[in-house]
């Protein structure tokens, strides 16, 4: 019986050590569901020119622009961000507003474009705004183009969250 006991005192022991993360210098995993924002040029559109930056290249603020349309660099942010959640890439339809995901990283992804007046006629502007609410970063995207302009506007900010 006594080492029946020992055995069983032994057992807990080694299961506490390890779930908490001290057995053999091993720490606790992550929290499921969290996702560390990916590097910065995860998020700069290829080619592209950056016109400022405020912050460093884990959290800042930055506005480029691109001489590619409006609907390349729309869906180049749809892409990137779905990449970033593991989430279906599906297409955006550009001149439709809406789409609303839950589950990225515990979190959200949404994007709203406006390319329409109340009247249904277009805008002589298009602009697209994609944003992600989770559990390890915030990140805005508002891309826009005028028409008759030669370039696409970028602005982009990145927050991770501290853990």
């Excluded at 609907?71 to 809406?98: C, T």
């Excluded at 298009?126 to 370039?151: C, I, K, W």
Aim: hydrophobic share 40%; net charge neutral.
């Amino acid at each position: 019986m006594k080492y029946v006991l020992v055995g069983v005192v032994f057992f807990l022991a080694v299961a506490a050590a390890f779930y908490g993360g001290v057995f053999v210098g091993r720490a606790k995993p992550d929290t499921p569901g969290v996702l560390p924002p990916p590097p910065a040029d995860h998020w700069t559109y290829p080619d592209s020119k950056e016109l400022m930056r405020s912050g460093d290249q884990e959290k800042f603020l930055a506005v480029f622009v691109t001489p590619d349309d409006f609907d390349a660099v729309a869906r180049f942010y749809h892409r990137q961000i779905s990449q970033a959640g593991g989430l279906p890439e599906g297409n955006i339809d550009a001149l439709r507003a809406g789409l609303s995901s839950s589950g990225f990283g515990r979190g959200t992804y949404c994007y709203a474009v406006d390319a329409g007046q109340p009247d249904g006629k277009p805008r002589k502007a298009r602009d697209a705004t994609f944003a992600v609410r989770s559990q390890g970063y915030d990140l805005n995207v508002f891309v826009s183009r005028a028409e008759g302009e030669a370039y696409t506007h970028i602005t982009l900010t990145l927050d991770p969250k501290e853990r």
